[in-house]
């Protein structure tokens, strides 16, 4: 059971925008720590997505963006493409574990 | 800016492993290196980590079975695993936290773990 908990799965049509939450608690997401988003396409390594709450690194699309409120973040995709048919999972660290925290991760699929 | 894991392999339950993750284009001892490993249908779960001081920390789920260890020289990182449980079974990778934020900005491409009898 993970600690950092996400929507199994979501799915939308080419063009559309879909959302992940991604909810914690007081010990990590509310506690101020940052969330970092990951993407990962079937049978590679996890690539970073979205970096401290907002920030993109560089060759990312502007499509994917981040936000976090309280004990909660979400990753937004607009103009939803086929290439971006992968497992999303959000991470963070948690004090009371004093360890990295992984949400449970996020299916998208692109209707 | 490259990290490669080596290592993985079919052992069996109770057994050891020693897994590597060779670092290019960046320094080990400069940054965290983190472990993380994916089960079988699940998802992403850290494993470990070892900072820029060489300080270690651990999931509760293989403290006191896994040890994370650096070599400066070879600027490489290693886990050691022992009393290996199917549950190990995973693909297993090493990661840079970057050290403004400590997200996870380099990965390797994975080493895969079974652990069967």
């Known amino acids: 059971q993970s600690v950092l908990t996400q929507p199994p799965s979501v799915s939308g049509a080419p063009g559309q925008r879909v959302t992940i939450s991604c909810t914690g608690s007081?010990?990590?997401?509310?506690?101020?720590?940052?969330i970092h988003w990951y993407q990962q396409l079937p049978r590679t390594a996890p690539k970073l997505l979205i970096y401290?709450?907002?920030n993109r690194p560089s060759g990312v699309p502007d499509r994917f963006s981040g936000s976090k409120s309280g004990t909660s973040a979400s990753l937004a995709i607009t103009g939803l493409q086929a290439e971006d048919e992968a497992d999303y999972y959000c991470?963070?660290?948690?004090?009371?574990?004093?360890?990295?925290?992984f949400g449970s991760g996020t299916k998208v699929t692109v209707l | 800016v490259q990290l490669v894991e080596s290592g993985g392999g079919l052992i069996q339950p109770g057994g050891s492993l020693r897994l590597s993750c060779a670092a290019s284009g960046f320094t080990v001892s400069h940054n965290y290196i983190i472990w993380v490993r994916k089960a079988p249908g699940k998802g992403l779960e850290w494993v470990t980590v070892?900072?820029?001081?060489?300080?270690?920390y651990y999931a509760d789920s293989v403290k006191g079975r896994f040890t994370i260890s650096r070599d400066n020289y070879n600027n490489t990182v290693y886990l050691q695993m022992n009393s290996l449980r199917a549950d190990d079974t995973a693909v297993y990778y090493c990661?840079?936290?970057?050290?403004?934020?400590?997200?996870?900005?380099?990965w390797g491409q994975g080493t895969t773990v079974a652990v069967s009898s």
């Open positions: 007081s010990s990590n997401i509310g506690a101020g720590y940052d």
């Open positions: 991470q963070s660290y948690d004090s009371s574990l004093s360890g990295f925290v």
């Open positions: 990661a840079r936290g970057d050290n403004s934020y400590y997200a996870m900005d380099v």
């Open positions: 070892i900072n820029r001081g060489g300080n270690t």
């Open positions: 401290a709450n907002t």
